[in-house]
């Protein structure tokens, strides 16, 4: 089964940067997708970004636009989430997603809502935490 571990998330004050990774490791899957996700205490896991692995079409949740940056390292098997101007109410787990298999975007490439839904994904990481101080 293939694995996915994230690192890098911590305390940060308000207006801070952190970069997340997360690495696909175990038996090799073929990626499509990836994504980060994250969950406040109370709240449902949300999207954050993600990023399409064969042309590096990006996607953001609209509050994170201009702040938080997805890429990837096709040879490393890794993306990344870089987050500047960090704010408190980013603080959550975050959590990396993988897609397995081709995808379809009904609405278009430039949106793509279906690469924003949960479901889209079949490998998930454990999350790593991100705490952010005002």
């Known amino acids: 089964q293939g694995q996915l571990a994230e690192s890098g998330g911590g305390l940060v004050q308000a207006g801070g940067s952190l970069r997340l990774s997360c690495v696909a490791s175990?038996?090799?899957?073929?990626?499509?997708?990836m994504g980060w996700y994250r969950q406040a205490p109370g709240k449902e896991r949300e999207f954050v970004a993600a990023?399409?692995?064969?042309?590096?079409?990006?996607y953001y949740e609209d509050s994170v636009k201009g702040r938080f940056t997805i890429s990837r390292e096709t040879t490393e098997n890794t993306v990344y989430l870089q987050m500047d101007s960090l704010k408190p109410e980013d603080t959550a787990v975050y959590y990396c997603?993988?897609?397995?298999?081709?995808?379809?975007?009904?609405?278009?490439?430039?949106?793509?809502?279906?690469?924003?839904?949960?479901?889209?994904?079949?490998?998930w990481g454990q999350g790593t935490k991100v705490i952010v101080s005002s």
């Open positions: 997603a993988a897609r397995s298999s081709p995808y379809y975007c009904s609405s278009g490439r430039a949106v793509c809502y279906e690469l924003r839904q949960k479901l889209a994904y079949d490998y």
């Open positions: 175990g038996r090799t899957f073929r990626t499509y997708v």
């Open positions: 990023i399409s692995w064969r042309e590096g079409y990006t």
